[in-house]
């Protein structure tokens, strides 16, 4: 029981290292259209504080830019005997474990970026809706046999074998 609870026994999958460009492109495309905003706010609404905002939506963006690499080496997952255990986050870690007799539906999702550098995100659903967890920047065959693989444990899980 003890193995369950120490998060330092077994070895962590990690996502690509390709999935920092993901990371990247997000923040870029993320910071030009709220300085967009922004400026119009500034220069064309006539806000006086526009310039202010302007600025922050540009610390903002090169803070994100900076921890980008940090934020997705933070990913990961391990697959254990009774659950898929997930975990996130520089500052706040947050770490989900989905028991795979929960499972109801894993799913592939590829955005554009990630469809270019060959990765997918593997999302599960399982009854709870808060408990919706994503593993981005897998590559796709990786994606695709984890999801195999986890489709298989669950039904066998759900079965009670």
Do not use: C
Not at 77 to 87: G, H, S, T
Not at 91 to 108: A, E, N, T
Request: charge should be positive; hydrophobic fraction near 55%.
């Amino acid at each position: 029981m003890s193995n369950r609870l120490d998060l330092s026994v077994g070895e962590w999958q990690r996502v690509s290292p390709k999935y920092v460009v993901v990371v990247i492109v997000s923040a870029v495309v993320s910071g030009v259209v709220l300085a967009a905003a922004a400026t119009f706010l500034w220069l064309v609404a006539q806000w006086s504080w526009g310039w202010v905002l302007l600025a922050a939506v540009v610390v903002i963006t090169i803070v994100s830019l900076i921890i980008a690499p940090r934020r997705a080496r933070s990913i990961g997952y391990r697959m254990r005997e009774d659950d898929l255990l997930f975990r996130r986050g520089i500052m706040y870690q947050r770490f989900v474990s989905v028991p795979y007799g929960r499972m109801q539906l894993i799913d592939i999702n590829r955005g554009p970026v990630g469809r270019i550098l060959g990765l997918a995100d593997l999302k599960f659903v399982t009854a709870a809706a808060s408990t919706g967890v994503v593993i981005p920047g897998l590559p796709e065959p990786v994606a695709a046999d984890l999801r195999d693989r986890l489709v298989e444990l669950a039904e066998s899980r759900r079965a009670g074998l």
